[in-house]
């Protein structure tokens, strides 16, 4: 296993459990922080995927740029292009005023995060 793989692994479970808890809130749900969550924990499998297969990828946050990086890896990863691309603008969508997002658009993104969790978890061959 390469040397930071486990830390990329413990920084996107990060951003998945912050996204799981804001879901969960009873109070005041941080809907931008759903949908922010949701993009970077795919972004950081994404990267940690890359990572571990000894692909270089640039300083960017762009999931469909990373998809396309991991492709000679691993063709398949193209059939879940839609899920990426269903999380590709909230990196930075709802980061600054003049916008939010709301209940039902951070359902459906932490949705997606968790089908994406799942693929590229079994992609890294992580055990839960």
Request: hydrophobic share 40%; charged share 30%; aromatic share 10%.
């Amino acid at each position: 296993m390469n040397a930071l793989l486990p830390e990329w692994i413990a920084k996107t479970e990060g951003d998945y459990a912050t996204a799981q808890r804001e879901m969960r809130a009873r109070q005041r749900t941080n809907y931008d922080a759903v949908c922010f969550h949701a993009q970077q924990m795919a972004e950081k499998y994404l990267k940690a995927f890359l990572y571990g297969n000894d692909v270089y990828f640039p300083k960017i946050h762009s999931l469909i740029e990373l998809l396309q990086l991991g492709l000679p890896v691993d063709p398949t990863l193209d059939m879940q292009r839609e899920l990426f691309e269903r999380l590709e603008d909230y990196a930075t969508k709802y980061r600054y005023p003049g916008t939010s997002a709301d209940r039902d658009e951070a359902r459906i993104a932490f949705r997606v995060a968790g089908k994406i969790r799942v693929i590229m978890r079994q992609k890294l061959d992580l055990n839960d």
